[in-house]
Structures are given as C-alpha cells and as structure tokens.
C-alpha cells in the first residue's frame, strides 16, 4: 500500500533521529484516519529508562492525544519488529494494526522469537504486515551496530 510506505519513511525518519543521538536506530509513527497522532523513536540511553522503546513512546502520546487507552482504530508503524514488552503494550491498547519494516530475530515477539499468533487466550490480535522499507531499515540498524562495535 502507498500509505503504508508513506508512514513507514515517517518511521524511518525518527529511526534516523535515534541514531544521530546514539540510540538504537529505531522509530514508530501511529496513525488514525489518515492522521498521524504520535511519531517517536527509541529514547532508552537519554531518559535512562528501559521502557522508553519508540513504540511505548508513540503509545502514550496517542493516548494522551485521544484521551483514551483504547487505540482499536489506529495502526502502528515501526522500523523493527516489537519486542515482547511492546507487544504486550500494543495487545493491551487494542491497536488495530501492527507494520513493522524488518524481523528482529533475536527479540521480536511478533513473529520470530515468538509467534504470536499461536498466543491463546488474548483479548486482542492486531493485523500484522512486515517488510514495508525492510532493507533500509535493516541497513540503518548494522550500521549503528557496526559503529558501536568500532569505537569499543
């Protein structure tokens, strides 16, 4: 989809915001009705809080725009697939749809370490997409890492 593309760029845009200030290059963007509500990147080193991932960020401030929790009608778009907390955090406001750009398969709860579909018992199963700016993101992210190995 065109308006996939167009917001995960917005994502990118934020992925390349966290690098520039030495955090894990990875950005997400909220969307309801066409209307961008939050948009953020990864803030862990800065805040020095372990909760502070791009997609709890964009979380709180949609919540805080729309003055509720329940987010069923708005679709997220993250450069990375969520790890396990922020899936937790995105079944837990109802998020209608989750779009990330590449598997994480190391941490990403969505569907590489963990398959989530196969989770019984949830109240909430967003629509999921992936792949949508995957190599720019991916490229985005070996680089950092690439860096951060390089000046040990």
Avoid at 1 to 25: I, N, S, T
Avoid at 36 to 54: F, G, S, T
Avoid at 106 to 131: D, F, Q, T, Y
């Amino acid at each position: 989809m065109e308006q996939d593309h167009y917001y995960m760029e917005l994502a990118l845009e934020e992925a390349r915001l966290a690098y520039q200030e030495d955090e894990v290059p990875i950005g997400a963007v909220i969307v309801r009705n066409g209307e961008v509500l939050a948009r953020d990147h990864n803030r862990k080193e800065r805040d020095q809080n372990a909760m502070h991932h791009a997609e709890v960020m964009v979380i709180q401030e949609a919540v805080r725009k729309l003055g509720t929790w329940h987010l069923e009608d708005c679709d997220l778009y993250v450069t990375l697939e969520p790890c396990l907390m922020c899936t937790g955090a995105l079944i837990n406001s109802r998020i209608r749809r989750i779009i990330f750009a590449a598997r994480d398969p190391k941490g990403g709860a969505i569907l590489s370490s963990l398959l989530l579909s196969e989770v019984r018992n949830l109240n909430h199963h967003p629509e999921i997409a992936e792949g949508i700016c995957k190599d720019e993101s991916s490229r985005l992210l070996k680089d950092y890492f690439k860096e951060k190995r390089k000046n040990k």
